[in-house]
């Protein structure tokens, strides 16, 4: 009975994490991996409940608990990730999931012993959070909250690798009959508590530290269109280009301006520019991924900082929202009516500054619109010429609107 209770400890621990986490998330209107640690909380709390209640030689024990812990593992890890703008990978958390599961399955088959079924499938517990470990790694990001939550993960892996086996050999065999009177059953609750309090406790610090950010980012935030401000995103740019420079990660900037944006406030009137202005920071802000810094820095002019993007790519970035921006409705415009815009892109030398290399994507911009407006020009390859599709409604003209 007092094992019982006790097994509820940890529990109960996890779904209060898990409420604390979606307040935060409702209450701070924050991004979705908040919610993501509120849910992975609840699989992990059902986990451990399985593994309590259900009957301890039920075969399909070590199955029910491993999934929920895996899906737990997976969103968490995915959560931790995106806090920082990095994407884990899916298809290989999978594999090392699929791989216990058949390897557990076999174990089960042959074997009553509980003992090499707790060293494969925390093995692979380990191995996810050795993959979630590597991937925050090359997060762009990395300030006291980075790194404490680096460091529990890599203490979540270590433990999953080292404490089964050092604990079977005290233990040596466990029969499945009695295995929630094992040493390693009492250890594994105890275990699971420290971890889950410790983990928590740093999240919870970050997510608070973050929702004071971004308190303050939306008041550094564009009004029409929810990017960064000029003078914020300067600034951000002061962190991030030193930071690129000093670990050699490639930068990109590509620097985007609405084509004959002064005929659209003087025929539709100003509401429907601030409505293009509103399309293309949406279009902008929905394209890029959460470790690029983007802001509108003047009246029709926005900018894209692309964290470790090479050329080639911030190119194509580019491509696609100057498609994606030529054929968008605008709801101020007649349905017939579309914006185009203009692009100019430049990727980082070695030993340049910020200022430098904005006067190169501004210069590819100013090019795009020598060249014809509807385009992408790219500081790095001056003689590139981009076929630019046409579209099936019309497109906005300066002679044509303004003769009617």
């Known amino acids: 009975m007092q094992t019982q209770i006790l097994g509820l400890v940890t529990p109960l621990m996890a779904l209060f994490f898990a409420a604390t986490f979606a307040v935060f998330w409702r209450a701070g209107r924050m991004r979705w991996h908040v919610l993501g640690f509120a849910i992975s909380y609840v699989l992990f709390a059902s986990g451990f409940l399985i593994t309590h209640f259900l009957p301890g ?15 737990g593992v997976t969103l968490f890890l995915a959560s931790v990730c995106e806090r920082v703008g990095q994407r884990i990978h899916l298809g290989s958390l999978a594999i090392v999931y699929v791989t216990s599961a058949l390897v557990l399955g076999l174990t089960v088959s042959l074997s009553d012993d509980v003992g090499p079924r707790l060293v494969i499938v925390n093995i692979g517990y380990g191995a996810m959070f050795a993959m979630g470990v590597t991937t925050l790694l ?7 909250f980075d790194v404490a939550i680096i460091a529990v993960m890599a203490f979540q892996a270590a433990d999953f690798f080292i404490r089964p086996t050092l604990t079977l050999l005290f233990e040596q065999s466990i029969p499945a009959a009695v295995y929630r009177d094992s040493i390693y059953y009492s250890l594994i609750g105890l275990v699971l508590g ?26 550094e935030r564009d009004v029409l269109t929810g990017l960064r401000n000029r003078g914020s995103f300067e600034e951000s740019m002061q962190n991030i280009f030193p930071r690129a420079q000093a670990e050699g990660y490639p930068l990109s900037l590509v620097v985007a301006d609405i084509d004959h944006f002064k005929q659209v406030n003087d025929i539709w009137g100003h509401q429907a520019g601030d409505q293009a202005i509103t399309g293309i920071g949406e279009l902008i802000g929905n394209t890029v991924r959460g470790c690029d810094t983007a802001g509108r820095i003047g009246g029709e002019e926005f900018c894209i900082a692309v964290w470790n993007c090479e050329n080639d790519p911030a190119h194509r970035l580019a491509e696609r929202i100057r498609q994606a921006f030529a054929i968008l409705k605008h709801p101020g415009l007649s349905d017939n009516i579309r914006l185009t815009a203009s692009f100019g892109v430049a990727t980082a030398r070695d030993g340049e500054s910020y200022e430098q290399l904005f006067a190169r994507a501004d210069a590819a911009l100013y090019k795009a619109k020598s060249n014809g407006r509807n385009r992408v020009e790219n500081a790095e390859k001056p003689d590139l010429e981009d076929a630019v599709p046409k579209a099936d409604h019309k497109q906005i003209n300066v002679k044509s609107v303004a003769a009617g």
Request: hydrophobic share 55%.
């Open 194 to 219: 420290v971890k889950s309090i410790a983990t928590a406790m740093v999240l919870i610090g970050a997510t608070i530290a973050e929702w004071a950010i971004t308190l303050r980012e939306r008041s």
């Open 138 to 144: 090359a997060a762009q990001r990395r300030n006291l």
């Open 57 to 71: 030689d039920a075969f399909y024990l070590f199955h029910a608990t491993q999934a929920f812990y895996s899906l």
